[in-house]
């Protein structure tokens, strides 16, 4: 087995020589936030959009997240080092070690880029709606940050109906965001997304989607999406990822025409920039 790349605070180490220590507060209590780009001929797809993010989330949460131009420079190596064309980046920042509690230590951060090829997802996908809310005024709202128990939690119970992604509503019962996806639908003809307001994430490929199609955000009730005409799911990973069906109801198009001309305006944006 190949042995993978890595990059840890400025230098690129195999993975078995990576040493992150157990104090990190990243690790302890979940104190890190990050990114997950594509890998789009060699090179990371609208970095730009994906490192103002970052720099956006650390500020928020206290965390020193290094200059873009590094982190750009240390992703480009990583894929190459890995030898990916295509695939998936993560980028990591924690504030580095610090108390076994919630109070920070004065350690500088620690930052990391790993990469993997990427799997292809099935033609369309099922969703699962969740018991469980998120909470649009809560302190991380917002910022994309590594506690990611819930949703961990959440995309078991999804997988075990059978469905690839599980579905938020927010503490008002409208719809909110997946455990690592933005949702768009078709509601009374119109194409809309939950607004930033209901508390999901504003996700880059989702922003790109709106740019692209003109998609207003619009609040609606979570069981919208079950009666929506047509429905799909944004991410780094997916793009444009058709909604077969809802909580085991299968919606009447999948894709529908506007999924369809969403995703086909996606795919010649990716294959002809590399930064939008």
């Known amino acids: 087995m190949t042995t993978r790349i890595v990059w840890i605070n400025g230098a690129l180490v ?21 990114e997950t780009l594509a890998i789009v001929r060699g090179m990371p797809f609208a970095a730009r959009r994906h490192l103002e993010r ?43 070690t610090g108390p076994l509690g919630s109070s920070r230590g004065d350690s500088p951060p620690t930052a990391t880029v790993a990469a993997t090829p990427q799997s292809p997802w099935p033609a369309t996908t099922a969703v699962a709606t969740m018991p469980w809310t998120i909470n649009e005024q ?26 690839s992604e599980a579905i938020f509503a927010n503490t008002q019962g409208l719809l909110c965001e997946g455990t ?24 880059v490929t989702r922003q790109l989607v709106i740019e692209l199609t003109g998609a207003l955000e619009r609040d609606v009730p979570l069981e919208a999406l079950a009666t929506a005409a047509e429905a799909f799911l944004t991410s780094t990973t997916r793009d444009v990822h058709p909604i077969h ?9 999948a894709p529908g025409p506007l999924t369809q001309a969403a995703a086909e305006a996606f795919a010649r944006l990716k294959a002809t920039q590399i930064d939008p």
């Open 14 to 34: 195999p993975e078995d020589q990576a040493r992150i220590s157990p104090f990190d507060h990243g690790w302890l209590v979940g104190d890190a936030v990050f």
């Open 54 to 96: 970052l720099a956006y989330s650390g500020k928020h949460l206290g965390v020193t997240v290094p200059e873009a131009d590094v982190l750009r420079e240390a992703m480009i190596e990583v894929a190459e080092a890995n030898g990916l064309e295509e695939g998936r980046l993560r980028v990591t920042v924690s504030s580095g």
């Open 138 to 163: 809560g302190p991380l709202t917002g910022l994309k940050t590594v506690s990611y128990g819930a949703n961990v939690r959440a995309l078991a119970e999804a997988k075990d109906t059978g469905a």
């Open 180 to 203: 690592g996806s933005n949702v768009f639908l078709v509601h009374e003809g119109q194409l809309i997304t939950p607004s930033l307001s209901s508390g999901c994430l504003a996700g």
């Open 245 to 253: 069906a809802v909580d085991g109801h299968p919606l009447p198009d």
